[in-house]
Antibody, heavy 120, light 106 residues
């Protein structure tokens, strides 16, 4: 059974870099042709897709975050990572990793989520 | 960006009720639409993809329909476990976008 688990810094100071890792277990991140996404949800608000990456290296980032966001894959560790630079309080959210389906960009499964708070 | 608008934002219902949630896209997305259920403190769970395809393991009381710009998620007989927030998501174009959510409460 495929499982995703996010981890990383829960508290980040303004202007610094948010870094999260998504550990994938139960299957290889390179199998099946899937891409891997990060999605975030500010407290009490809706969902925002951040971007995705294929293990081959191709990426897409949502325009509003382009320039600050990097998604990468470590095939040896079976992990997907997210870095978001120059964070502000508006970046406070629960961050989820998820696998994209092969035949369409819906998300299943999701990790349990990691809350990141941006505060001095 | 393709804007997704859900209505209502909140829905009050009782166990056994038939419930319908609407999702409208700002442009045609054919049938490239998914529905998710989210409970407090939990990650979203996929219910429906390609507008009407039921994800494996999801109860058959959930169904999706629609194409183009208007879609619906229907719960035929609401169960206690169904009280949650529901989101639609389009995957016709980039960036991938979600509706604002519909909270189904007692």
């Amino acid at each position: 059974q495929l499982q995703l688990q996010e981890s990383g810094s829960g508290l980040v100071k303004p202007s610094q870099t948010l870094a999260l890792t998504c550990a994938v277990s139960g299957d290889s991140i390179t199998s099946g042709g899937h891409s891997w996404s990060w999605i975030r949800q500010p407290p009490g608000k809706g969902l925002e897709w951040i971007g995705y990456m294929y293990p081959s290296g191709s990426t897409y980032y949502t325009p509003s975050l382009r320039g600050r966001v990097t998604i990468s894959v470590d095939k040896s560790k079976n992990q997907v990572s997210l870095k978001l630079t120059s964070v502000t309080a508006a970046d406070t959210a629960v961050y989820y990793c998820a696998r994209n389906a092969v035949t369409g960009n819906w998300f299943d499964p999701w990790g349990q989520g990691a809350l990141v708070t941006v505060s001095s | 960006d393709i804007q997704m608008t859900q209505s209502p934002s909140t829905l009050s219902a009782s166990v056994g009720d038939r419930v319908t949630i609407t999702c409208r896209a700002s442009q045609s997305i054919t049938t490239w639409l998914a529905w998710y259920q989210q409970k407090p403190g939990k990650a979203p769970k996929l219910l429906i993809y390609k507008a009407s395809s039921l994800e494996s393991g999801v109860p058959s009381r959930f169904s999706g329909s629609g194409s183009g710009t208007e879609f619906t998620l229907t719960v035929s007989s609401l169960q206690p476990d169904d009280f949650a927030t529901y989101y639609c998501q389009q995957y016709n174009g980039y960036p991938l976008t979600f509706g604002g959510g519909t909270k189904v409460e007692i």
